[in-house]
């Protein structure tokens, strides 16, 4: 498996996003559905990784800059068939990294509180994130849990 930077024009990727985005508004009420469209995750504050399996897209994963010290995670999605493999723990080492290296000092995300979401939320928290409130353009919503992990001490923070 392979972890590249995409830039979101291959036929595959754009199926796969597609998939995504009908599964969380099929799972998720419209006014509480977070996940980005195609456009929105070729907006240049955005960065997108994909996972490929001889070929095959078999994940996908992304940061959105909030602001220099602060991303959020975006669009995480491992396939169907491929649920439970180890892909979404090898994306968010990837994203943790590649935050780091970019000078981030805090990752947060949004996700669902439905059951279906449980195992992200585990994910996550395996992964040191922690509940926390809404951060960026978000609202209080009882369809979603808010999650951060700080990376480092932000520029200028006196220890």
């Not at 024009?9 to 509480?32: K, N, Q, Y």
């Not at 602001?67 to 994203?95: F, Q, V, W, Y």
Request: hydrophobic share 40%.
């Amino acid at each position: 498996m392979q972890i590249t930077l995409d830039d979101l024009s291959g036929p595959e990727i754009i199926a796969f996003l597609d998939e995504h985005v009908r599964e969380m508004r099929a799972i998720t009420p419209l006014e509480s559905k977070h996940a980005l469209g195609l456009e929105g995750l070729r907006k240049p504050e955005v960065t997108f990784w994909s996972v490929r399996d001889g070929g095959a897209v078999v994940g996908c994963g992304a940061i959105k800059a909030l602001d220099p010290d602060h991303a959020e995670i975006k669009s995480m999605r491992t396939a169907a068939s491929r649920k439970r493999s180890g892909i979404a723990s090898m994306m968010l080492t990837h994203i943790i990294a590649e935050a780091r290296q970019m000078g981030f000092s805090r990752l947060s995300l949004e996700t669902g509180s439905a059951d279906f979401f449980a195992p992200a939320r585990a994910l996550y928290a395996k992964f040191g994130f922690e509940p926390c409130p809404p951060f960026g353009d978000y609202t209080e919503d009882p369809n979603s849990v808010f999650m951060t992990r700080l990376l480092r001490e932000p520029e200028g923070h006196d220890r």
